[in-house]
């Protein structure tokens, strides 16, 4: 098992990686999370930055994680600006060595919490971006989410439920398709997280 600890990317970077090398992790997850509205030139000088650092601190990426989609925001709706950086991060992610690319379903909610449509959303989204991440030598890893406390309105969202994560992963039958198991959202689920793994 590789022990490793997630990063944001900006312009503290390097000071983090130091910090965390300190710490004595040689892994990290990056997060891409700061990264939305940048041109696919900033993208990649950004990735020849990260591979700099890394390389001077001896750390190896595992992981990357960008999210920029708000978890409100139905997944039927779909932003330009959201599917460029997606795909960008994904590409960033096989560049530096990451076996994965986690990412957070989409929620259904226009009409009410739809399981089915969120489902099917998913599947075509997912689908496209598996097919990038194996050209880029990374996979995807599909995380679960909680009903967040202090959100309003309070809503659960499509994998909350770890049977609706398993059930989407599964349906691509593909090894480059994984789950990303998030421990803090599974406690806020009250889950018995060996059980749920």
């Not at 994680?65 to 925001?73: C, E, F, G, I, T």
């Not at 009410?112 to 996979?139: I, M, P, Q, W």
């Not at 995807?140 to 994560?165: K, Q």
Request: charged share 25%.
């Amino acid at each position: 098992m590789k022990k490793a600890i997630q990063i944001a990317y900006n312009d503290f970077f390097e000071k983090k990686c130091e910090y965390a090398k300190e710490a004595g992790f040689d892994h990290i997850s990056v997060n891409f999370s700061e990264m939305l509205g940048k041109t696919e030139l900033e993208w990649n000088k950004a990735v020849e930055h990260i591979q700099n650092i890394l390389s001077k601190y001896k750390i190896e990426c595992v992981q990357t994680h960008p999210y920029y989609y708000d978890l409100r925001v139905s997944s039927e709706i779909v932003k330009e600006e959201c599917e460029f950086a997606i795909m960008q991060a994904i590409i960033a992610s096989g560049e530096l060595g990451g076996k994965w690319c986690a990412l957070h379903p989409r929620s259904s909610i226009t009409s009410g919490f739809s399981v089915k449509k969120a489902f099917e959303d998913n599947r075509r989204d997912f689908f496209g971006y598996l097919e990038l991440a194996k050209k880029h030598n990374t996979g995807l890893a599909a995380e679960n989410l909680p009903i967040f406390p202090g959100l309003s309105p309070s809503m659960p969202f499509y994998s909350s439920d770890y049977y609706d994560l398993c059930e989407l992963v599964d349906s691509f039958n593909d090894s480059s398709m994984a789950i990303c198991w998030d421990t803090g959202h599974a406690h806020l689920m009250h889950f018995d997280q060996a059980e749920a793994i």
